[in-house]
């Protein structure tokens, strides 16, 4: 196995958990905050979708599926759509309702879809380019999408535990 493949089969993993966790839920499971205050399943997922999908566009050069394929207005969140859902507090995670739960799970297959093909044709020597300068070290397209796949995993995560709680 390379590390395309590596990759790819991590994305699809992520892929994979979203639609275990999402599957058959209602509209009500979906936006559920524990103790009325924590993340909801809808959030979480919307989230996550979110980073991989503004992450791997900016690094690919190409557009983020929430705009361009039409998610943004299909989800009708109340929030910008360069919005990510980083920093959001209380009132911005109620916001997010979805009717259901196919939205997200369809939204995440776009992105997935996106991802997956950017990653086919990608190199090792392509994981060395640097796509972030803001930071010190500066980022390389490889650790973005090992930061990418470890907030999604982390985020699916506790999409899980809150699962479990309903």
Do not use: C
């Not at 009325?36 to 566009?57: E, F, P, Y």
């Not at 916001?95 to 997956?116: E, I, K």
């Not at 999409?159 to 709680?165: D, I, K, S």
């Amino acid at each position: 196995m390379n590390s395309r493949e590596a990759l790819i089969d991590a994305f699809g993993r992520l892929q994979e958990e979203i639609h275990s966790v999402v599957g058959e839920l209602s509209a009500d499971q979906l936006s559920e905050r524990p103790l009325g205050k924590g993340n909801s399943i809808a959030w979480l997922v919307w989230h996550l979708t979110r980073i991989q999908d503004d992450h791997v566009a900016a690094a690919a050069g190409h557009d983020q599926a929430y705009v361009d394929q039409g998610w943004s207005e299909r989800l009708g969140l109340p929030f910008d759509p360069a919005d990510t859902g980083y920093g959001h507090g209380d009132a911005e995670v109620a916001a997010v309702q979805v009717s259901d739960g196919a939205l997200l799970t369809g939204y995440y297959d776009a992105v997935h879809a996106q991802t997956v093909d950017y990653l086919k044709g990608l190199s090792d020597d392509d994981l060395e380019r640097i796509v972030d300068r803001h930071w010190d070290p500066p980022v390389t397209l490889g650790v973005r999408l090992i930061s990418v796949i470890s907030d999604d995993l982390q985020h699916i995560g506790q999409a899980a535990y809150v699962r479990g709680l309903l």
